[in-house]
């Protein structure tokens, strides 16, 4: 099974700064997806095969990475970006990283 | 618009079973591999099961193979979880997820389930 290591697990960041998440993977993986959850929400698709923005998606986030090195990265924090973010790669069996939450300062 | 309405979740005693049910709606179910995530209170998502199209090819994660069985009824646009000799940690909140290219791109609003005596 791939393990999904996300850091920061929790961080705080003000209007207009920006942030960067990080996925590591205990083996390579082709691509990364990434999920937002708002609390008592559904998950949302938001940043698939790496680096492609889910529809509805501001393009001030954006996503990168390669083999085991994977991030998610937002220019110029926003209040509605406050959220948990969580990684998620696709062989079989499917893992997710522990999640990050981002929250407002 | 897409549509994923779980339902079955609820309170049960560690080894007894329950079956949830997802209806699906605004897409052509048959069309698409499925799945249900799991998140227990507080805590972050994990991947339950997969199903194909057809229904043919199935995947589990370890800790559910053997006791959980999902299934699918395309002619009911209908995605199941029989979840037999249920345990505490199997208490979460389960998600019917639609499966495009291996990404859930459709999440339903999730069912709890409970397991305790």
């Known amino acids: 099974e791939i393990v999904l290591t996300q850091s920061p697990t929790t961080m705080t960041a003000s209007p207009g700064e920006k942030v960067t998440i990080t996925c590591r993977a205990s083996s390579s993986v082709s691509y990364m997806h990434w999920y937002q959850q708002k609390p008592g929400a559904s998950p949302k698709p938001w940043i698939y095969?790496?680096?492609k923005l889910a529809s509805g998606v501001p393009d001030r986030f954006s996503g990168s990475g390669s083999g085991t090195s994977y991030s998610l990265t937002i220019n110029n924090m926003e209040a509605e970006d406050a959220a948990t973010y969580y990684c998620?790669?696709?062989?079989?069996?499917?893992?997710f990283g522990g999640g990050t939450k981002l929250e407002l300062k | 618009e897409v549509q994923l309405v779980e339902s079955g979740g609820g309170l049960v005693q560690p080894g007894r079973s329950l079956k949830l049910s997802c209806a699906a709606s605004?897409?052509?179910?048959?069309?698409?591999?499925m799945a249900w995530v799991c998140q227990a209170p507080t805590k972050g998502l994990e991947w339950v099961a997969s199903i194909s199209t057809g229904g043919g090819n199935t995947y589990y994660r370890d800790s559910v193979k053997g006791r959980f069985t999902i299934s699918r009824d395309n002619a009911k646009n209908t995605l199941y979880l029989q979840m037999d000799s249920l345990r505490s940690e199997d208490t979460a909140t389960y998600y019917c997820a639609r499966v495009l290219t291996r990404l859930v791109d459709y999440w339903g609003q999730g069912v709890m389930v409970t397991v305790s005596s």
């Open positions: 095969e790496t680096s």
């Open positions: 998620q790669q696709w062989n079989y069996p499917w893992t």
């Open positions: 605004g897409f052509t179910f048959s069309n698409y591999g």
